[in-house]
């Protein structure tokens, strides 16, 4: 039996129309967001329900005329705000584009969308086996019956739900038929149905529940308590007239021949017209070809070299004055220093259209006279949508000088991450380079030029203004690249809800800093130092002569030549390896090697850290400020550098002294550190749908026992500590996809036995294995993969092994989710931590804050709730929190 489905294009239009980028245009100015979003809606509905020459669908849109529900109050949609001109613009083009897809339109004189959707839904349940009603209206809702369903936008554009009875009563707590009660108490406010004041969605879905239609509720109004009475009494009138204007129409006169409307296809010009709105993404997917001539359009306009204009003092007011019209603005910091605590300004570059930069020179300005023009421009740009590469920096420059961090708009940097983040380069020559094909002025070339010169303060203000002035407009003109790409890649959430969100977030961060106990560091090297020199005396004996524990060829001649140990792998370059790796699989064939991996951990402790730490303390804050990176990691993960601190070692007693140098550091004040539990499975259980994992983590179950008992072949109770970590180590290595080759290497048990778990493991958790085959037949299909959040890494490029293609693509959209929710909670938690309780780092899994222990209590709270409430899974997220004066485990 064939299906309906009709679609709110009217509805769709506008949701499309406010859900996305209102900036988004074609290369020749076509606005598109509209248009974009309504195309990627039904090719959604057109792949997943429409059976083509056998279900009919119909584009249902509104007419500009009066309805009886105008007649019934004046006032009826009046409060809507008008229209937007750019949404107007786009709707002929949407037109064009549903009749490209082969969808035919209708509207009716007289009538609202919603009407003729009602009507037809009702005629045709003599014909059709199911009608599907495409909508974000509630008004609708009252139509589904047994027959009827409704297909809701939940997040975004493309999350579709279906509602039938049941959905509707586990939504609501009552069924269809009680929604235009609901609507005629709690009113609408878009279409200025005034409902009852003062009555709420809570009071209103209580008061239906309990008493049931609306007119059963005024005759039980003495049963209700004394507020509400009063306020059912005095919207009376307003709540039955609600009632009215909220009642569908179901007797349209339609003459409809149903033949008419059976779907059979898209129509050939549909290729042409993609092409015209410069849909690439939909063009691809698709499988349709890629017109030339978009390319070839922007790389028109957006080539050549720009005009860059140096700004007098004088100047100011009419780009001041100009700026405050744009909508978009490139900006660009010049400085002395890249560290915000040392660094003064020297100018500020702004471009607000391709090939044109204005560079204001503040080099030769008083601090006073500095900030006086920084707050005036400032005032203008916070209320702007801000574009630049890596604003990070920028805005933690504006931060020291003492104005507010917002977010930006549009990171040239972060969104080529997003695009390719397997490229390793997102430096702005790079990506004039690869997208304008188009070599910009390098900062080298500008100082080396000049004699004598060693920043930019020492150049002359118009050879300034040309190199700052360009950054400035190239940025602009890479956001114009960049900018339909992310929504070609179905990256605008991630970017605009997460990524920017982020980036104050961290540039406060930085700023906080994070202060080192230099005096116990300093006692901690002497410590170390005499460890280091005990075990060097230590390994002259063993040898028989005096060696460097650090020269590969030194210890090669020792142990493969001198001692005739057997030698278990090679170098690139064919010598003898010695890397740790190696000497840890050799150390139980002779005392001297245990001594030499000794040697080399405390000097690694002592060099990268104990020594070097205290020289990257600032002078002025007396913190160490590290620098935490979007683009480092191409999974998600946040990087750290200059110094890494992420890095701190912590699985090893030596190690864990050093972590415990970060203290907290005023006196009366703590560090407090919260970390996700096992993040990574809790994600596995959620994307994979495992029945078993899901349940283990819904009921707090210890997830290692009950895949060691699974393993083992033993009743949970008799999993001993040996076991349990075998079960822990697999849970982890499952997440990595991996081998049982290398299941084998990590745990020492045989090959053999690591296939066997596997397997065992794969019993248990059958869903899991399904994942990973899904997992690595959609990178078979589409090139990529992706987390929850759609952030994706294309793998196709990449030259893998086999082994390292399906490891990366397993271990992606795992943790790369788990990033995603982290940056998520630090974003909420930003919003409501207090201003003494400050994020000073991050580290994969864990946050740490410092704050006044006598506030600790309150925070954990905060910190516990907002972390654990990041992002709903199918399983509880669980936050393990630890306060101390040092940074412990």
Do not use: C
Not at 321 to 327: I, N, R, V
């Amino acid at each position: 039996m064939r299906n309906l489905y009709l679609i709110d294009g009217s509805g769709i239009a506008y949701r499309a129309f406010f859900a996305l980028d209102q900036n988004l245009q074609t290369s020749t100015g076509i606005p598109t967001n509209a248009i974009f979003g309504v195309t990627k809606m039904l090719l959604k509905i057109l792949e997943n329900y429409v059976k083509k020459n056998d279900d009919a669908i119909i584009f249902i849109m509104d007419k500009k005329t009066e309805t009886y529900r105008h007649k019934l109050l004046e006032s009826y949609k009046a409060n809507r705000p008008e229209t937007p001109k750019i949404f107007k613009d786009q709707f002929p083009y949407i037109l064009e584009i549903v009749n490209a897809l082969g969808i035919k339109t209708l509207a009716e004189e007289g009538y609202e969308a919603d009407d003729v959707i009602a009507t037809l839904a009702l005629k045709g349940q003599k014909e059709f086996e199911n009608i599907y009603i495409f909508s974000s209206d509630k008004d609708l809702m009252q139509l589904v019956n047994d027959k009827i369903k409704m297909l809701r936008i939940g997040r975004g554009i493309t999350d579709i739900r279906e509602y039938d009875i049941e959905k509707v009563i586990e939504k609501y707590g009552f069924g269809p038929e009680k929604i235009q009660d609901f609507l005629a108490l709690t009113g609408d406010s878009v279409d200025n149905i005034p409902g009852v004041k003062g009555i709420g969605e809570k009071t209103a879905t209580k008061l239906i529940k309990e008493f049931g239609s609306l007119e059963d509720i005024y005759k039980n109004i003495r049963n209700t308590t004394n507020s509400i009475q009063k306020k059912l009494e005095s919207g009376k009138e307003m709540a039955f007239l609600s009632k009215k204007l909220v009642q569908l129409v179901t007797d349209v006169p339609l003459n409809i021949d149903w033949n008419d409307y059976i779907y059979s296809g898209f129509n050939s010009n549909l290729e042409e017209i993609l092409n015209e709105f410069e849909f690439s993404s939909i063009i691809r997917d698709l499988g349709l070809k890629e017109s030339n001539k978009k390319i070839s359009n922007k790389a028109n306009e957006l080539s050549g070299k720009g005009d860059y204009i140096l700004l007098k003092k004088n100047d100011l007011n009419i780009l001041f004055d100009e700026l405050k019209k744009q909508d978009l603005i490139s900006f660009d910091l010049e400085t002395t220093s890249v560290d915000p605590y040392e660094a003064d300004i020297l100018g500020i570059a702004i471009s607000y259209e391709p090939k044109k930069g204005y560079y204001i020179d503040i080099s030769k300005e008083t601090k006073e006279e500095k900030i006086k023009i920084l707050d005036e421009l400032w005032t203008i740009l916070k209320e702007k949508n801000i574009i630049g590469q890596n604003l990070k920096y920028d805005l933690s420059i504006m931060k020291v000088y003492g104005f507010d961090i917002k977010t930006p708009y549009f990171d040239t940097m972060i969104a080529a991450y997003l695009i390719s983040p397997d490229s390793r380069r997102f430096n702005m020559d790079d990506l004039a380079k690869k997208y304008l094909n188009y070599e910009t002025i390098k900062y080298e070339d500008v100082v080396n030029n000049t004699l004598f010169a060693k920043t930019l303060n020492d150049i002359e203000p118009e050879k300034v203004a040309e190199y700052s002035g360009e950054d400035a407009d190239i940025t602009l003109r890479l956001f114009h690249v960049l900018r339909p790409r992310i929504y070609e890649f179905g990256l605008e959430k991630l970017m605009f809800e997460i990524e920017n969100p982020l980036i104050p977030v961290l540039a406060k961060m930085e700023l906080n800093g994070v202060y080192f106990d230099i005096h116990y560091l300093k006692k901690l090297e002497k410590e170390y130092t005499e460890i280091l020199n005990k075990t060097l005396l230590e390994i002259y004996e063993l040898a028989g002569y005096e060696i460097n524990p650090s020269s590969p060829k030194q210890i090669s001649e020792l142990l493969f030549n001198k001692l005739g140990l057997m030698p278990k792998k090679k170098t690139k370059g064919g010598a003898f390896s010695t890397s740790a790796q190696v000497l840890e699989e050799m150390k139980d064939e002779h005392p001297i090697i245990e001594k030499i991996l000794e040697y080399r951990k405390y000097q690694k402790l002592l060099s990268t850290y104990i020594q070097a730490i205290p020289k990257l303390v600032n002078k002025k804050t007396k913190r160490v400020h590290t620098s935490f990176n979007q683009t480092g990691a191409a999974t998600g993960r946040l990087s750290s550098s200059e110094p890494n601190l992420q890095n701190l070692p912590i699985r090893e007693a030596e190690g864990e002294k050093i972590r415990n140098a970060v203290k907290a550091e005023k006196e009366g004040y703590v560090l407090l550190s919260a970390d996700y539990s096992q993040i990574e499975l809790r994600v596995l259980a959620h994307m994979s749908k495992d029945p078993v994992l899901i349940e283990s983590f819904k009921n707090d179950l210890d997830i290692h026992t009950i895949t060691a008992a699974k393993l083992f072949d033993v009743p949970e109770n008799k999993v001993d500590n040996h076991m349990r970590q075998i079960g822990k180590m697999i849970n982890f290595s499952i997440i990595y996809g991996v081998s049982s080759y290398g299941l084998a290497e990590r745990t020492g048990i045989s090959r053999d036995e690591a296939g066997v778990f596997i397997k065992k493991y794969f019993e248990l958790y059958k869903n899991v294995e399904k994942y990973q085959h899904n997992i690595l037949s959609n990178l078979e299909k589409n090139g990529y993969v992706e987390t929850l959040f759609g952030r994706k890494r294309f793998l196709g490029n990449l030259r893998l092994n086999k082994n390292d293609l399906k490891r990366i693509a397993i271990n992606t959209p795992i943790q790369g989710t788990a990033s995603d929710i982290m940056k998520l909670a630090m974003i909420k938690l930003d919003e409501v931590l207090p201003e003494y309780a400050k994020m000073i780092l991050q580290v994969h899994d864990e946050i740490v804050i410092e704050l006044p222990k006598e506030k600790a209590n309150e925070i954990r709270k905060i910190v516990k709730e907002t972390l654990e409430n990041a992002y709903k899974l199918d399983v509880p997220l669980k936050v393990d929190i630890n306060i101390s004066e040092r940074w412990t485990k």
